[in-house]
């Protein structure tokens, strides 16, 4: 009976049998996965436009559904043309070679943005290229001052790195999704301009940014030299990122996605279900934006001494909360844990799995499918463990 229970809780979207902490009894749980919007599922939509996808060879340029794709993602973001690659990741990759063509050239970057902390290096590794890291304001800009001072340096100096490009992050996830402002953008491509650098934009979460500050993606775009876009994150695709920008610049990426080994072949499978989450962002995002909101206003009316989050900073899907009690990854374990007290109290067996983002902090990320009702229960299971806690 027990493991027709467990196979029926595998089957059911959001569930999972798990064993009552020291109960010896099994609660069949309800998961809500707020550790990144890349854990998102495709739905129904989707999975029917990936298994009626009409294909053929991308990588000899045939393939229909990709053809479609790049054509509207480049009319959405105001480019001349756009590349569909396999990731986020190769995307900016491909996108800093194609700027940075002479090996040893710098590029300018936030220390704590994802291209220069979790890409593995790549630009060095790979492209020869030098990166510069520069603090991250807390809105996740740089300081302006500084930028110029670095990128001046290099100008008729035989000891310094020759700065080609600057890479900024559109939303900042290390900074909680927080959204460059349009002033800000427009700034530092006035600047690159002055001294012949240039600006890449990674927007691995761009619509994200586009429905918080009510603007079109191109109006982000425009102030940028190239882009990148990823479609399995909040968009809701299993896979797949585009590259954007001018005509000669897409032709090079071309060239460097193969290089790279991201030329594929009967992709429209893949490129099918980014089409659907581009034709439904500006209906799904804002609810993402929302329940985030509507998280971080119930965890302020915890008033937990232990844990904070800073309404203000909430933007877009991202809630920091602080945590200057124990350990995040302890605090993590236990909002991912069950008890039989809990059932007890609340008459609701629920997992919350979350990452520790720092020493002091916790993020959490908000998708389509963590629902209103899903984000009420989020907040009765921090209630729960908060008063396990205690002061």
Known sequence: MLRGLARAAARRPGALWTRGSGSGTGFLAHVVDLRSDTVTKPGPAMRRA?????????????????????????????????????TNTMANLISVMC???????????????????????????????????????????????ELERVVTRGLGSPYHPVCELICLENTHSSSGGRVLPIDYLRQVHLLARSYGARVHLDGARLMNAAVALHVPPARIVEHCDSVSLCFSKGLGA?????????????????????????????????????????????????????????????????????????????????????????????????????????VAQTGRAVRVLLLPWTERSVRAVWHRDVSAQDTELVLKKWGFVLRQLGP
């Open 50 to 86: 990936m298994a009626e996808a009409v294909v053929g060879d991308d990588d000899y340029g045939e393939d229909p559904t990709v053809r479609e794709l790049q054509e509207k993602a480049a009319k959405l973001l105001g480019v001349d043309r756009t590349l569909f690659v396999p």
């Open 99 to 145: 700027h940075c063509q002479r090996r040893g050239s710098q590029i300018l970057l936030g220390q704590e943005c994802h291209l220069h902390v979790y890409e593995q290096g790549g630009v060095a590794q790979i492209a020869g290229v030098h990166s510069h890291p520069l603090p991250d304001l807390p809105h996740g800009t740089l300081d302006l001052a």
């Open 238 to 342: 299993p896979v797949g990122a585009l590259v954007g920008g001018p005509k000669d610049f897409i032709e090079e990426a071309w060239r460097l996605r193969k290089a790279l080994g991201g030329g594929m072949r009967q992709a429209g499978v893949l490129a099918a279900a980014a089409l659907v989450g581009l034709a439904d962002f500006e209906e799904v995002l804002p609810t993402d934006h929302q329940n985030a909101r509507r998280f971080a206003r119930g965890f302020q009316e915890l008033a937990s001494p232990i844990c904070s989050v800073d309404l203000a900073a909430v933007e877009t899907n991202m809630v920091m909360v602080r945590v200057d009690g124990p350990p995040p990854e302890e605090l993590c374990r236990r909002l991912q844990a069950v008890s039989a007290d809990e």
